[in-house]
T-cell receptor, first 116, second 116 residues
Framework: GDSVTQMEGPVTLSEEAFLTINCTYT??????LFWYVQYPGEGLQLLLK?????DKGSNKGFEATYRKETTSFHLEKGSVQVSDSAVYFC???????????????FGKGTKLTVNP | DTGVSQDPRHKITKRGQNVTFRCDPI?????LYWYRQTLGQGPEFLTY????????KSRLLSDRFSAERPKGSFSTLEIQRTEQGDSAMYLC??????????????FGSGTRLTVV
């Protein structure tokens, strides 16, 4: 079935370092792809999205490009800050089969810690 | 619009007790989802409401779990005879239409349940 696979964490970086968090997906067709962020003790917030192949989503200095050739949606940031410390989740929507509902399926998450 | 609200934020209960959580979605959203998130994992789908109708339940939702959404507004999730394995973050999310595939969800901050 449709799914996403994220790189295992945790990831620890120094401030101003370059960040890449890998996400690959398995899906029938070309679904939208999402990155969510979860700060400590909080729920998930939508960080960015891309709705079709070759689209680039961006927000708060983060970027991800939807690449259908490699079925990937890797998250990148050129210079991380301490405030970026959080857990990052890749997600895609499951298109319902008969009787099902349209819903998001999430990767396991990658914990990022940025040290000053 | 204050976003998706969940209450309580934290709940500690003794094994065998019943607990109930509440979710107030964004007022114009007719789709409401419950997810469960255990430590180090991504959110896992539990159940989905469209207006007041519960249209899908995951196999994760045992007979001890019940969810309601009277009048298509707020929703409650009840767990009877809690077990230690029920300890998790319970997340509520809402969406406005079948545009989950393009817009994703808005999540609440979650209710963290600890069963002792």
């Amino acid at each position: 079935g449709d799914s996403v696979t994220q790189m295992e964490g945790p990831v620890t970086l120094s401030e101003e370092a370059f960040l890449t968090i890998n996400c690959t997906y398995t899906a029938t067709g070309y679904p939208s792809l999402f990155w969510y962020v979860q700060y400590p003790g909080e729920g998930l917030q939508l960080l960015l999205k891309a709705t079709k192949a070759d689209d680039k989503g961006s927000n708060k200095g983060f970027e991800a490009t939807y690449r259908k050739e490699t079925t990937s949606f890797h998250l990148e940031k050129g210079s991380v800050q301490v405030s970026d410390s959080a857990v990052y989740f890749c997600a895609l929507p499951l298109i319902p089969t008969q009787g099902g509902s349209e819903k998001l399926v999430f990767g396991k998450g990658t914990k990022l810690t940025v040290n000053p | 619009d204050t976003g998706v609200s969940q209450d309580p934020r934290h709940k500690i209960t003794k094994r065998g007790q019943n607990v109930t959580f509440r979710c107030d979605p964004i007022s114009e959203h007719n789709r409401l989802y419950w997810y469960r998130q255990t430590l180090g994992q991504g959110p896992e789908f539990l159940t989905y409401f469209q207006n007041e109708a519960q249209l899908e339940k995951s196999r994760l939702l045992s007979d001890r779990f019940s969810a309601e959404r009277p009048k298509g507004s707020f929703s409650t999730l009840e767990i009877q005879r809690t077990e230690q394995g029920d300890s998790a973050m319970y997340l509520c999310a809402s969406s406005s239409r079948v545009a989950v595939r393009n817009y994703g969800y808005t999540f609440g901050s979650g209710t963290r349940l600890t069963v002792v």
